[in-house]
């Protein structure tokens, strides 16, 4: 099939490069002309594992192309994903003007008939203006070309993306045309072998589908925070607890792991979201608006744990071992870390950083820290030394090495990578989340 995808940010370079290696024949659309240059060049903006390679040998194989020009590519292709982003308002209202503008020029450019599929995560509706912004768009030009508007939400995570996008757990189709239930089920034929399942239905169902299944996640991570924050007051083990209600396989073990809360750019932006729209739609979203508040206040408490051990942080120099919202990827958009740092120097505490992919990125927005090389550099001097992602290199650290740089042996964990009981051992005064 001929694909255009536009917006090459995080979902489109993804999904232009999965279905360039399913053999089809993909242009990849952005307006940053120097990114379009860099990726002909098979240089990816950001860090994903797996994803230059994949875009380097499809390239090469000539099945991958990106462009500038949507209006010259547009009509060459037999489906036209819109994957460009979808920033939300602090109150959870989402911009979707990058979204209308990619339908608009598609309705300006097409002259025969186009299966328009959104991956981007849109608020529930976003299907129907785009079917009336490419209508009007054609209607302006005297043009009668025939089109459908297709849901197609997309799951990938972060850091495992090109693994997600090639075995996810489930495709969801939402469209109500038999044709192009079709043409979706030629498309992800190469995944339908490997059994994975296809969920068709309208589009609204597909899109709302998209923000229940982040929002459930969000609830998850919060709901067992809320455990460990009690554990904390009557001395129980969140770990223990998340392993034994893991067995009951109505709950499973996936996103269990108590800490210092979600980040990134999609669980905040997607609670948020959801709880705005059902809220416009005259519904009171409880359980998610929940979610939000613990989340909120799981990284404050965090930061309360730093002042009980050290009272006063002026002066106080505080190493932070990871700035990323999750192992794996550069990406510090709502990391946790932001909110620490911004408390640590509201507080006058001397704060120096290291993160192992992170730290040109953070270079850029994060000011007033010392960027060291590693997390002994970091531990230096240190009356206190954070864990705020579980890179794999902070699980297996030098420990004795830390605790004879650091000023004070005190390691306050959020992300519980280390055991309290060996780490008491060696001479560290160790706080996870819900060790008690
Ligand atoms: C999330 C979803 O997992 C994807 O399925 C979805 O496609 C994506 O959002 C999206 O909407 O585009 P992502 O944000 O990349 O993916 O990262 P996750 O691996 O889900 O982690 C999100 C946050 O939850 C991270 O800050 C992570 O540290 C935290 N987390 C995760 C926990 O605190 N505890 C857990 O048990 C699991």
Partial sequence: MKICVVGSGYVGLVTSACFADFGNTVVGVDIDREKVKQLNKGKVPFHEPGLDELIKNNIKDGRLTF?????????DSDLVFICVGTP??????IDLSYVERAARNIGESIDGYKIVVTKSTVPVGTSKRITGIIAAALKKRREKVKFDVVSNPEFLREGAAVFDATHPNRIIVGTESTAV??????????????????????CQTAELAKYAANAFLATKISF????????????????????????????????????????????PKDTRGLVYQSGAAGYEMKIVAAAIKVNEEQVKRFCRKIVSQLGTLKNKTIGILGLSFKPNTDDIREAPALAVIDFLQHEKALVKVFDPVAMALARRSVKGVTFCRDAYQTAKDCDALLIITEWNEFRNLDLARINKLMKKPVIIDGRNIYNPGEMKKLGFIYTGVGRG
């Fill in 88 to 93: 939300t308002h602090r109150n959870g209202s």
């Fill in 181 to 202: 239930r079709q043409v979706m089920s030629e498309l992800y034929r190469p995944l339908y072998l490997l059994g994975t399942p296809m969920v068709f239905t309208n």
């Fill in 224 to 267: 067992i925070n809320e455990i460990a924050n009690m554990c904390e007051i009557v001395g129980a083990e969140v770990k223990d607890i998340a392993k034994a209600m893991s067995y009951d396989n109505r709950i499973g073990g996936k996103f269990l792991h108590a800490g210092i809360g979600y980040g990134g750019s999609c669980f």
């Fill in 67 to 75: 462009t500038t020009n949507l209006k010259k590519v547009v009509n």
